[in-house]
């Protein structure tokens, strides 16, 4: 097989066509309005209060400072905050930017979301919060966090920044837990170039959230909070409002994919997909792959340089672990998350967008099932 040239890369974001962005930035010319919540910004936060079933919504100019803003809102003076390292470092770094320390739990197995049975164990005195990530979009146990959450009470915040579109039992995931902040990143399976959302169920809540966002300011000329600035710009706004009309279609082209990817890959041994839970609508939004190295044969890292050398540039999200990292380093030890641990060793996430070609995919999994020893 020939080296791909240009590379396949682990996505593209998705783009609605350039005429129809054109005309939204004409509107945006017109108006004078560039920023600071004008006409595209408040369409588009009808348009996704209405798509995620949100009580409230406040939309942010990415997912990181969305998350950091929520955990702001919840207001806590330091403590803990329990999560999982088997996410992207910026779950991590909002909890300490926010001043509080960050608790891993263990993944469970299969999901690789925080594991229920582990979370007791690691609530003190000074635990404050719940901050489990929906990773590739797996929707967490909500219903064993929450009754966790309640015993302790305790305020439940979702990573949800994977998860948009996402379902359980014909529910939106935010409708479960306080909050959840969800990711708009150009990588991600919807998109407003950058961007991010919070949504909430309690209007108190979502005023602090305005206030967080916008250098604490309210309407009432009262500067409330020691906010900054993470306000979502019309031309984002704009982009978000087409990528909506745009959204299912995607997933559709998404599923096709992900069908290709099983019916080529199911049933090598030591090569493993993750399960989906009974009642889930998922997004595709990632193509994790688990090798077991002493069954495939091979490691990941193995898999992951063949495909490079073929021009095929998958990720290994996530790896290392947040308790890993380099400005953590002495306060975790990565080895007390077993299941994460190895997680991060094993897992590969292949290329994953709509208009990924069938004929690619065949090509990809030619390559990592030729890896097999
Ligand atoms: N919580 C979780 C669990 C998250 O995963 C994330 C973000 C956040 C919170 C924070 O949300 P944001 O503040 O980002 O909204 C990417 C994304 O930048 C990041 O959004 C995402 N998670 C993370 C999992 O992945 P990188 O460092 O892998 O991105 P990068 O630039 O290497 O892009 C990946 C590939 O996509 C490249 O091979 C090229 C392609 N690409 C990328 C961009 C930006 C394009 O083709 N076009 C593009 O415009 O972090």
Do not use: W
């Amino acid at each position: 097989m020939q080296k791909k040239d240009p590379p396949i890369l682990i996505t593209r974001p998705t783009l609605p066509p350039v005429e129809e962005y054109e005309s939204l930035v004409r509107d945006i010319f017109a108006s004078g309005y560039l920023t600071n919540g004008g006409a595209q910004h408040a369409r588009l936060e009808a348009a996704l209060a209405e798509k995620l079933s949100a009580p409230y919504l406040r939309l942010f100019t990415n997912g990181h400072l969305a998350l950091e803003c929520a955990i702001s809102a919840f207001g806590f003076d330091g403590g803990e905050i329990i999560t999982t390292p088997f996410t992207f470092i910026s779950t991590t770094h909002a909890i300490s930017r926010c001043g509080l320390t960050p608790v891993f739990c263990d993944v469970e197995p299969n999901y690789f979301t925080i594991d229920p049975a582990k979370i007791e164990e690691k609530i003190t005195p000074r635990t404050r919060a719940i901050l489990p990530v929906h990773v590739y979009g797996n929707p967490c146990d909500m219903d064993a966090i929450g009754a966790i959450a309640k015993k302790h009470n305790l305020p439940v915040l979702y990573d949800a920044a994977h998860a948009f579109g996402v379902t359980v039992r014909g529910r939106a995931v935010a409708e479960f837990g306080d909050a959840s902040m969800f990711s708009f990143h150009a990588t991600k399976c919807y998109n407003t170039i950058e961007g991010g959302a919070v949504i909430c169920k309690d209007t108190a809540f979502a005023e602090r959230l305005n206030g967080y966002k916008n250098f604490g300011y309210h309407p009432d000329e009262e500067i409330r909070e020691v906010g900054g600035n993470a306000k979502m710009n019309e031309f984002q706004a704009a982009m978000g409002l087409l990528n909506l009309k745009y959204f299912e279609q995607n997933i559709e082209k998404r599923a096709a994919v992900s069908a290709r990817y099983h019916k080529n890959l199911s049933g090598i041994d030591g090569l493993s997909f993750r399960p989906v839970p009974e009642g889930v609508q998922q997004n595709y939004a990632y193509l994790p792959v688990s090798f077991d190295p002493a069954v495939f044969g091979a490691s990941r890292d193995v898999v992951f340089e063949t495909l490079k050398s073929f021009g095929i540039i998958a990720r290994k999200y996530f790896y290392p672990l947040s308790s890993e990292a380099a400005c953590y380093k002495g306060a975790y030890s990565p080895e007390d998350t077993p299941v994460a641990f190895t997680a991060s060793r094993r897992v590969l996430t292949l290329p994953m967008y709509p208009d990924l070609a069938l004929s690619d995919v065949d090509d990809i999994c030619e390559i990592v099932a030729s890896c097999q020893r």
